[in-house]
């Protein structure tokens, strides 16, 4: 393709910075929802956030949302923080991505939607236009894209499709593309071309402003086409350039729940080809979903229907059993969970800490601010709280442990449980090294038990307790010899 410089913009060597448009404002009728689409969710985070995350990866200069249908609610959902989608690292550092929103009320259109967010785009960039309903296009695709605009002709992401039903057709002539026309303003002949505008463009920023204020909505459905500037672009011999990809996943929009179901499938199979890729062992990778960022050791082995939420990082060696959910969680080497696990770490300081070669579950539930030392023992439906278990700690059924700090080799017996809250507050419950807790005692916080003591079961402790000693806090045990029970 022989490039075509517009001869009030010479062409430069130097590359523009990177701005991006994301249009954000349509209402999204067929999700039949009352959350405004581009908030429904893929992979735990809302489909506009995949796709500013898109542009936080391509180091966008500025990232301007063009908002309308539940504009307030888009608007403090989006962040430019969360880093990449988890699939992509950015293509290049850089400083900061600055956010910015721009109302379009009405709606009359893309080309309308874009118009609005001209206000906020300096004329030395190249402007990246994409749909906050598009959430998997790659990075790399994208800069290849602004790449081929050279800084001064506008380049299209297109794609062949089989059946281009609803699509904007690539008109072309020779080589050159000369326009789009959309589906419903196409003659039969232009119905059957099956290359199609995939909504995605790249734009020196002084040539699209001039478009823009050129459009018109004199068309089928009474809207500013976007696409409409290629024919301007044409009538002013600048240079119109298409890339055309064929991974139609770069290019899917959300538009009802099916697809909604569809991309996640899509999103979730190619996170498990990549921990695959790394060794990740997978029961069966179609039953598997990470809806944050899963970071793996080596030898790590998963179990079927396993939910990884957050920030989760499992060591060598670890092996996760079928349908566990572990959120923000940081599990050590040779670690094993058993089976139906849930682990629900929180932020920051209550993350879910989990020892070198501890064992977990089956049913046991680690809730924020559990943090087990090395070869700690939580067996069935077994609740850890904001509590921390030093190394070789046990506590293997039907027990609570909330507020508590538990030595090293404690043993913490079946159907035992912290009192931790008195109606108003939470007290701490302190266990030392070695202690023995029987079974079926209530501990009421505030309380220290003192190292390598022995609590006998069913006993209700509200005092300390001294080192070495056996507490037994209950009824003494009675016989009555000889007991005649009542008779009629
Ligand atoms: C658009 C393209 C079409 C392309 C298709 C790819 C136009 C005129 N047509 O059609 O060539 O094949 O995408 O999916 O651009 N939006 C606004 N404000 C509006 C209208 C839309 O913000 O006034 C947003 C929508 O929320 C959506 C995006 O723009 O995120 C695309 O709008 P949509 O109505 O889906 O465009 P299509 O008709 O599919
Ligand atoms: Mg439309």
Redesign the pocket.
Known sequence: MTPHSHPSLPASTATPPIDVVI????RGVRMKSKLPKVLHRLAGRPLVQHVADTATALSARHVVV?T?HGADLVESCITLSAGTNGLTTPVMPSAPSSLHFVR?EP????G??VQQAVPVLPDDGVVLVL???VPLTQPDTLSRLIALCEGHQLALLTIDMADPT???RIIRLGDRVRA?V?HKDASVAQLAITE????IMAVPVRLLKGWLARLDNHNAQG?Y???DIVKLAVADAATVVAHKISDALQVA?VNSPVQLAELERAFQHRIALQLMESGVRLADPARLDVRGHLRCGTDVSIDVNCVFEGQVDLASNVSVGAHCVIKNARIAADAVIHPFTHIEGGMGNDIVDIGAGSFIGPFARLRPGAKLGEQVHIGNFVEVKNSSLAAGAKANHLAYLGDATVGERVNYGAGSITANYDGAFKHRTVIEADVHIGSNCVLVAPLVVGAGGTVGGGSTLTKDTPANALTVARARQVSINNWKRPHK
């Open positions: 249009m954000a404002a349509g063009v309308g379009q709606q009359l259109g893309t309308h939607a749909s906050g309903d609803g699509y904007g789009i959309e199609v505008y995939s909504g809207e086409y976007l696409t929009g």
